[in-house]
């Protein structure tokens, strides 16, 4: 069982818009980070999102790319100060692949949680609009797969400077 975990991108400053949407910059980056993990033929059956609209709006872009077979939920558990021990029980009874898209420090604990048993490890830095693909064995333990920031994806077309070496 393979679980994605995904903060939101970034959005517009509460001051700007209290409901605080996506900004520009953040559309771009999860487009970036969604058609990436679309070349890389990333399936997952459920994208759950929080309450909150820049979580929701991140599931849909990436639902859009990805072509989930359920679409973005949005459910409970996965806000900033939400105990992160809701989800990990959760995950137990997953067997697909799934996505969660949340926000900090709630991801960062749960992170932590599922690797180390300690949610106040953090073993992982988040990044907004990156993605944390973690697996789980046939025991239950759970291992960090790889982990993919807008930065690094390079957009279609672009060279790396590390090409032709």
Same mark, same amino acid.
Not at 126 to 132: I, L, R, T, Y
Not at 144 to 157: A, I, K, R
């Given at each position: ?27 771009? @980056?999860? +487009?970036?980070? !969604?058609?990436? %993990?679309?070349?890389?033929?990333? =399936? *997952?059956?459920?994208?759950? $999102? ?32 939400? @105990?992160? +021990?809701?989800? !990990?029980?959760? %995950?137990?009874?997953?067997?697909? =692949? *799934?996505?969660?898209?949340? $926000? ?32 789980? @064995? ?13 930065? *690094? ?13």
């Amino acid at each position: 069982m393979f679980v994605y975990l995904v903060q939101h991108a970034e959005s517009t400053k509460e001051e700007v818009d209290p409901s605080r949407p996506l900004s520009e910059r953040g559309i771009s @980056d999860i +487009k970036k980070t !969604a058609v990436y %993990l679309a070349r890389l033929n990333i =399936k *997952v059956q459920k994208i759950f $999102h929080s309450t909150k609209l820049r979580a929701r709006q991140t599931a849909e872009i990436l639902s859009e790319n990805l072509k989930s077979i359920k679409g973005p939920t949005e459910v409970d558990g996965l806000s900033p100060l939400d @105990d992160p +021990k809701i989800w !990990a029980k959760r %995950l137990k009874d997953i067997p697909e =692949k *799934v996505m969660l898209v949340g $926000h900090l420090p709630h991801l960062g604990k749960l992170a932590s949680l599922l690797l180390c048993g300690d949610e106040n490890k953090n073993v992982i830095s988040f990044k907004m609009a990156g993605v944390v693909c973690l697996k789980r @064995d046939e025991n239950g333990t759970w291992s960090l797969q790889w982990m993919l920031t807008p930065d *690094v994806v390079l957009e279609e077309g672009t060279r790396s400077t590390c090409d032709g070496l």
